[in-house]
């Protein structure tokens, strides 16, 4: 069975950083391309970062220049490292799998086949 399980949340004063993993189980996630996506209470599921098989890695605009997105070398664990965290970063930090789709299409949740049950953020002002 293939399962995503993400890691690394917590709560952090403004300014802070936190380093979010995630783990497949199951299957190789250098197979698949993998996105970060993020869900605040009342609001969009929204992406936050992407990286595909080639190593070719997106930022949403809130991420550019604070988060940085990788993957180790044995292609198991996908990070999230985000910097300089601010309040309204607070969130549930999701990733998630997709086995091919346009790169047009990285930033849209429902082209993901495979989530994590998700880790929760929360940065304090």
């Known amino acids: 069975e293939r399962q995503l399980a993400e890691s690394g949340g917590g709560s952090v004063q403004s300014g802070g950083s936190l380093r979010l993993s995630c783990k497949a189980s199951?299957?190789?996630?250098?197979?698949?391309?993998i996105g970060w996506f993020r869900q605040a209470p009342g609001m969009e599921c929204d992406l936050v970062s992407s990286i595909t098989r080639e190593g070719e890695t997106r930022y949403a605009d809130f991420a550019k220049g604070r988060f940085t997105i990788s993957q180790d070398n044995a292609k198991t664990t996908v990070y999230l490292q985000m910097n300089s965290l601010r309040p309204e970063d607070t969130a549930m930090y999701y990733c998630?799998?997709?086995?091919?789709?346009?790169?047009?299409?990285?930033?849209?949740?429902?082209?993901?086949?495979?989530w994590g049950q998700g880790t929760q953020v929360t940065v304090d002002s």
């Open positions: 199951g299957f190789n996630l250098g197979d698949f391309q």
């Open positions: 998630a799998a997709t086995a091919g789709i346009a790169p047009k299409n990285l930033f849209k949740a429902s082209e993901y086949a495979y």
